[in-house]
């Protein structure tokens, strides 16, 4: 077995048991491999393990890393086809790509940004599903709707066409303490709640990394987004 799945099997066995813990169903807890940094052979590894989702932070690696792919899937036989999600922060001159090359968007935070999406998505690929991503950690993060804004961007997002919005994403300021960790996903959950009792129907949380999944299982992740976990520590170029 590669480490690649072995680690993966350790992932979600550890999802297993939090949920256990938590008193959540593991199946209402979906796995994204973050595949940032690392290669198409790593992708394929994991693929061929049975893991189909993959998050990208960056637009030009990620679409080189698709063409990448494609070829080792191909050649490889393996039969999964690879779902991409963009969770990196996003340039309003880079929609377009964004829009065409993945099926999830789990950083928009700007009504701008969204707009741009929903023009540029191609109607045959069926609909962009959203995330918004909240800044629930305060001064300590520049991306992020603010969460006063937060109903007015949900409410514009879910007139557009072509996008479906799902739900809410975050990324918390990195601490230790699973309390710390705990608070910050419980104020995503309630803004996510908020949404439901404005008659706006999401179903994903979007939050959990390496370092917090277990409070993000506690505290209600649908989606966790997992990168060092599964592929090892990330070596940074820039
Ligand atoms: C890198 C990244 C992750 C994964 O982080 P790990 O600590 O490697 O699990 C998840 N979400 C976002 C937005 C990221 O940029």
Redesign the pocket.
Known sequence: MSSIAHNLQVVHDAIALAAHRYGRNPTEIAL?A?S?TFSANDVLQALQSGQKSF?E?YLQEALDKMLQVETLRVESLCATIPEWHF??PIQSNKTRPIAEHFSWV??VDREKIAHRLSEQRPDALGDLQICLQVNISGEASKSGVHPDQLLALAQQVQALPRMKLRGL?A?PEASDDTQVQRAAFQRLAQLAQRLIQHGIAIDTLSMG???D?EAAIAEGSTML???????GK?QYAV
């Open positions: 994204l973050v940032k998050g932070n969770i990196g789990h950083s994403m990324v990394m390496s370092g999944m987004r997992i990168g060092s976990a599964i592929f990330r």
